[in-house]
């Protein structure tokens, strides 16, 4: 297997553009989750799903952010309006069966917000 | 706030020594994870030790966890070069049913060859 496939690895964007990543889990993962990575607040869970229905999405800083999952096998987190606060490496994981086991990451979208 | 607080923040060490990070959390919590991150790169896991253990091993690697101090450590022995990365550990935090995986602030340990 590929193995957690985000795009794009890098995106630089002005302030007020639309700002959208996409994650592809591994095939038979049933849960699926969105953190973001700053050097200030570390790592953050912002939402996950099982069985593509979103379950916590109380991690979502504001209204601007958004997530969809079409399917067991794409994901997006959308950023509508950007601000330079929302650069930050955001990353997609999976995992069979939640918590209970190990999450698989992408490599991660570094997003930088001008 | 982080449930897990790894110690120390930053670790150099020669190459062939151990290296030792230790995690605290807050919440009790079902089981303990560590993952490593190589720079520029996505978390990889290394190990998972459940709430009713007290010691597991994988290769060069030991974790030991203590329920009651609430606290875990990681144990890198024979540290290579390529062991240079950050060092997560992450638990799975209870709050109101609504489980996640939260992960402290890293330990990031550089191997001098």
């Known amino acids: 297997d590929a193995g957690v496939i985000q795009s794009p690895r890098h995106e630089v964007t002005e302030m007020g553009q639309e700002v959208t990543l996409r994650c592809k889990p591994i095939?038979?993962?049933?849960?699926l989750f969105w953190y973001r990575q700053t050097m200030m607040r570390g790592l953050e869970l912002l939402i996950y799903?099982?069985?593509?229905?979103?379950?916590?999405d109380s991690g979502m800083p504001e209204d601007r952010f958004s997530a969809k999952m079409p399917n067991a096998s794409f994901s997006t987190l959308k950023i509508q309006p950007s601000e330079p606060r929302d650069s930050a490496v955001y990353f997609c994981?999976?995992?069979?069966?939640?918590?209970?086991?190990?999450?698989?990451f992408g490599e991660g979208s570094r997003l930088t917000v001008l | 706030s982080q449930q897990g607080e790894e110690d120390p923040q930053a670790l150099s060490i020669q190459e062939g020594e151990n290296a030792t990070m230790n995690c605290s959390y807050k919440?009790?919590?079902?089981?303990l994870q560590w993952y490593r991150q190589n720079s520029g790169r996505g978390l990889v896991h290394l190990i998972l030790?459940?709430?009713?253990?007290r010691e597991k091993h994988s290769g060069r690697l030991r974790v030991t966890l203590d329920t009651s101090k609430k606290s875990s450590s990681l144990l890198i022995t024979a540290s290579r070069a390529a062991d240079t990365a950050s060092y997560f550990c992450?638990?799975?935090?209870?709050?109101?049913?609504?489980?996640?995986?939260?992960f402290g602030t890293g330990t990031r340990l550089t191997i001098i060859p």
């Open positions: 919440t009790s919590i079902n089981n």
């Open positions: 994981a999976s995992s069979f069966g939640g918590w209970t086991g190990e999450l698989f």
């Open positions: 992450a638990t799975d935090e209870s709050n109101f049913g609504n489980e996640k995986l939260t």
């Open positions: 030790i459940r709430s009713n253990e």
């Open positions: 095939s038979g993962h049933d849960y």
């Open positions: 799903f099982n069985n593509n229905v979103p379950i916590d």
